[in-house]
């Protein structure tokens, strides 16, 4: 293709990504279509990987295609081991995308559909996509090292020992923030309920069949596994229809939280790798299914965006969550536009398959953007409700009242009118007994998404099975998460304990393994109990601060990328680690401040604590208030705590750039040598 | 050709992502071929790094 063909072709996709954010971002009082967002992200992510990428890997990373990989010098076939680009892109895509970029953007559609999409183009170009590619480059030039070791290698001690704490911090909050999504999505669902609970025997179904029919046959026990789930799901139609089991199947929120603790608890303590390692299959098969599916779902459909752009609650009102636009907007979309969490997939087992330097531009940039686009897609699906209905599902009882016409009521007040009928319809027409107050997120991504498939596939005659599909898929996939950061969380602390007595530290000491797994369930089975029991749905308090915590994690990285940069002498484009450092200090650090001592008792912890405080004089149950206050502090407590730590890695590692800019220190990187690969002519 | 190149990379990234390559090179590293003692092997020695590897959120 001549130069000036491909000249015009990057200015038609330029021109249209122009378009289609000038269509997004100016049309006021009529809907769109979704399909503007999906042609400004995809031209958005076009231009960001043809022209920002390319940029960062020759001119910022320089990156070397004759450089041997460490997954070329330690070859061993089994941690370290040459692999296809395409390969690593898909296996990376799958190990960083969770139910954060699904969640994420269904609660900031508060605001409307505007400020999400803006920040999940903009933050994923200039922030997510940079952060992931720079950080697995400087892993895979260090022999595949963690982010940790890294910290602790280029930044200080101290680096090292707040990168943990943080890791730890945002695994903690993360998984119980987690548990209340499926808390949320099943209580009161006895066909929710029965297909999770059937997922159990069917993995273990599936994992006799991997070990004794099929040996090693995943990907064909996965498909015998979705069929059976697909099974569980019709079947679940029965069973909440019928009033003996119905009962046996319906679970209180308090009931469901207890029965995923002790769940979290034995995927842990217990050697149940005959239920965990299918289950995990599973969820993964699932979830890149579900995420095609919805894709294909959105371009077949094209729907129209009911949201308006901008809502009311911009002016930090909202019942979802409350808080303004700036910062809380950028917090709740998190994984979708920029996650610290990515970064250990990035420095874990990622660059121990990369098998030449310029490929992690594929799977570092690339892979992100493709999670960026899946945030894009559940935009869309939380837009295309009436917003009345969205409010409705979304909504606390502590702000739209317990009865349907109060909720409606106050609903259709705020400007987005809604009917109980059509609400009480909804709910039948996807099996429910109702969908008021259904907090988290995760039942109104369901609702979305279940009306775009049985749009493009089956009518209304199967919202219903759509519907708890969705669910399945969402529950699955987080229980999945939840057992799998558990066990991280157990070795992590085990690691650290071994370091002051031997026995603790072995991963086979089974009084080790049951006080670790203890300390760590307990740890978020915390939270999670919090949130049940939180009259504002939880989220409100606990979505925040997990947000706080992953972007606090991603302050971190760019810290250590902003060192490398700085030591590799590239200090005059230092600004492409550092732009989205000050963007994400300045969005974590007002909103802890927010969390933390904003008058506003809806916003602030302590605020609202003094609130409780207040009424404990006529309240009819003061030992609630005193348990509720005790949450507000602690969850303060925990917001100053990480913040703290992470300004102390801030100031480190402002003062080793200031060591390494002004020449009083060597501008060393503790990178593995440099070894000449043998491939250099050969494509992988 | 394009199709049939596309097909056989997602399936190895499927293969990949299930941790059917993983086996395969297990098989072929330790000289075994396939049966529900060396599956069983597979997952032992798999089980430690499967465990650590993070999931995201």
Not at chain 1, 360 to 385: D, F, H, K, P
Request: charge should be positive; glycine fraction near 8%.
């Amino acid at each position: 293709m001549s130069k000036i063909v491909r000249f015009l072709i990057w200015i038609a996709v330029a021109a249209g990504g122009a378009l289609s954010i000038a269509v997004i971002a100016l049309r006021r009082g009529e809907s769109i279509n979704a399909m503007w967002l999906v042609v400004a992200a995809g031209c958005c992510y076009s231009l960001g990987y043809r022209f920002y990428s390319k940029f960062l890997a020759t001119k910022v990373l320089v990156l070397d295609p004759l450089r041997a990989t460490p997954a070329e010098r330690l070859e061993n076939g089994r941690d370290f081991v040459r692999t296809n680009k395409w390969v690593v892109f898909g296996h990376h895509f799958a190990a960083i995308a969770g139910p954060g970029p699904l969640v994420g953007p269904v609660l900031a559609a508060q605001f409307g559909y505007l400020p999400g999409t803006l920040w999940i183009l903009a933050g994923a170009v200039f922030g997510g996509c940079v952060q992931d590619f720079v950080i697995l480059l400087f892993s895979v030039r260090r022999d595949g090292k963690s982010l940790t070791e890294m910290a602790r290698e280029e930044i200080g001690k101290v680096g090292g020992f707040i990168a943990y704490v943080s890791i730890l911090g945002i695994i903690v909050i993360l998984l119980g923030v987690a548990a209340l999504i499926v808390v949320n999505a099943l209580k009161g669902s006895p066909w929710g309920a029965f297909t999770i609970a059937m997922t159990i025997p069917i993995a273990l179904l599936m994992g006799l069949y991997l070990r004794r029919i099929r040996p090693g046959k995943v990907f064909e026990t996965s498909i015998l596994g979705f069929a059976l789930v697909m099974l569980a799901i019709v079947g679940g139609q029965s069973v909440s229809q019928s009033p003996t089991w119905a009962h046996w199947f319906t679970f209180t929120a308090p009931t469901l939280a207890i029965v995923i603790i002790i769940y979290g608890f034995a995927a842990s303590a217990l050697p149940v790798w005959l239920l965990l390692a299918p289950r995990d299959y599973l969820s993964t098969f699932v979830k890149l299914g579900v995420i095609s599916l919805l894709a294909a779902g959105i371009v077949l459909v094209h729907p129209q965006l009911h949201m308006p752009a901008l809502t009311r609650f911009i002016d930090g009102t909202g019942p979802v969550f409350a808080g303004n636009i700036f910062p809380f907007a950028f917090l709740t979309i998190a994984c979708g536009a920029i996650s610290g969490f990515h970064s250990l997939i990035s420095s874990g087992t990622t660059p121990k398959l990369i098998a030449r330097e310029t490929e992690t531009r594929l799977v570092g940039y690339g892979a992100m953007m493709a999670e960026s686009l899946v945030a894009i897609m559940a935009m869309i699906a939380a837009c295309t409700m009436q917003p009345g209905v969205y409010f409705a599902i979304n909504s606390p009882a502590g702000i739209v009242g317990v009865a349907p016409e109060t909720a409606v009521s106050t609903i259709s007040n705020w400007g987005f009118p809604v009917l109980a009928s059509d609400m009480a319809a909804l709910a039948h027409s996807v099996g429910e007994q109702t969908l008021y107050n259904r907090t988290g997120g995760a039942p109104a991504f369901a609702v979305g998404m279940a009306q775009i498939f049985s749009r493009s596939l089956g009518g209304d005659a199967v919202l219903a099975i759509w519907y708890h599909f969705a669910i399945m898929f969402e529950a699955l996939f987080i229980l999945t998460v939840l057992d799998a950061g558990t066990r991280v969380g157990r070795f992590m602390v085990q690691d650290a304990l071994g370091h002051w007595w031997k026995p603790l530290g072995r991963t086979s000491w089974y009084p080790s393994i049951l006080s670790t797994s203890a300390l760590i369930v307990a740890a978020w089975g915390y939270f999670l109990w919090q949130g049940v029991k939180d009259p504002l749905g939880g989220i409100n308090s606990l979505w925040p601060l997990f947000g706080i915590a992953n972007q606090l994690l991603a302050i971190v990285a760019l810290c250590v990328a902003t060192t490398i940069l700085l030591k590799m002498g590239r200090s005059r484009y230092a600004v492409v680690t550092l732009a989205p450092l000050w963007a994400l200090v300045g969005v974590t650090f007002t909103a802890s401040w927010h969390k933390i001592f904003d008058p506003n008792p809806r916003i602030g912890f302590l605020a609202h604590a003094r609130q409780l405080a207040s009424q404990m004089a006529t309240a009819p149950k003061p030992g609630d208030l005193v348990r509720f206050m005790l949450n507000d502090r602690l969850d303060a407590a925990v917001a100053a705590f990480l913040v703290c730590l992470v300004s102390l890695i801030l100031l480190e590692s402002i003062l080793e750039w200031v060591r390494v800019l002004s020449g009083r220190k060597a501008a060393r990187v503790k990178e593995a040598q440099f070894v000449a690969t043998r491939f250099a002519a050969e494509e992988v | 050709m394009r199709l049939r190149a596309f097909f056989q990379t997602l399936r190895a990234v499927l293969d990949e992502i299930f941790d059917e390559s993983a086996y395969s090179r297990f098989l072929a590293r330790r000289g075994m071929t396939s049966s529900a003692t060396a599956y069983a092997e597979f997952l032992r020695e798999t089980e430690q790094g499967r465990a650590r590897r993070p999931r995201c959120c």
